[in-house]
């Protein structure tokens, strides 16, 4: 039983660049939602995908987009990289729409110089 | 004021302890409550559900008191393997919105 993926594990770029993270959900599961979490802080939900829309969304600006796919991985993309944005990003994925039972990747650690 | 708060800690416990934390959460309009784990450097792993009427799991006691807006989390008889970031998460349902608390830590000692 495959679990959550994520690719890259470790991402280098610096400020003003763009970067695309990539996610497969567990087998079986139909969603996805991407989090931020920074040194000693909780995850932050940033949005969150369902037949491929963006469904949720949380307090990040524009410069944070996503896209599922038809077979439900997903694509986190930032442009314009500010050094704020060093993070672990995480994935999380679940059935239907749904926030209550997700299953986290291991993350894409980016470190913005 | 931050919409879900725990207390950092660290929480450093002998082996066989138990040890308790809460978290307190702003917005009564909350409908569910779960406790994640974090081990160091590794993803959040969901731990339990919060119900309203108390839940336990092994050694792990989950509870909500409504009236007074937090949840708590009991862990009895502690063991080495139990050191790790215990993350408080809120939904709000109606407005599918999630916030994890910032997390406790907890470490055993030998």
């Known amino acids: 039983d495959a679990g959550v993926t994520q690719s890259p594990t470790h991402l280098i770029k610096t400020r003003g660049q763009q970067v695309t993270l990539r996610c497969s959900p567990k087998s079986g599961h139909d969603t996805v939602s991407w989090y931020q979490q920074a040194l000693g802080q909780g995850p932050q939900f940033i949005f969150q995908?369902?037949?491929?829309?963006?469904?949720q969304r949380g307090n990040f600006p524009d410069r944070f987009s996503g896209h599922q796919f038809p077979n439900y991985s997903s694509e986190l993309n930032v442009n314009a990289l500010l050094l704020g944005d060093s993070a672990l990003y995480l994935c999380a994925s679940s059935l239907n729409g749904r926030m209550d039972e997700q299953f986290f990747g291991p993350g894409t650690r980016l470190t913005v110089l | 004021r931050k919409e879900v708060e725990q207390d950092p800690g660290p929480f450093n416990v002998p082996e066989g302890a138990t040890v308790a934390f809460n978290c307190t959460y702003s917005?009564?309009?909350?409908?569910?409550f779960f406790w994640y784990r974090q081990d160091c450097r590794k993803e959040p792993k969901l731990l339990m559900s919060?119900?309203?009427s108390g839940n336990e799991d092994g050694r792990f006691t989950a509870q909500l008191n409504r009236a007074s807006q937090y949840i708590s989390l009991l862990i009895r008889d502690s063991k080495l393997s139990d050191s790790a970031t215990y993350l408080c998460v809120v939904l709000y349902s109606s407005a599918s919105k999630i916030i994890f608390g910032s997390g406790t830590r907890l470490s055993i000692r030998p």
């Open positions: 995908y369902y037949e491929e829309e963006e469904r």
């Open positions: 919060v119900y309203s």
């Open positions: 917005n009564s309009a909350s409908q569910s």
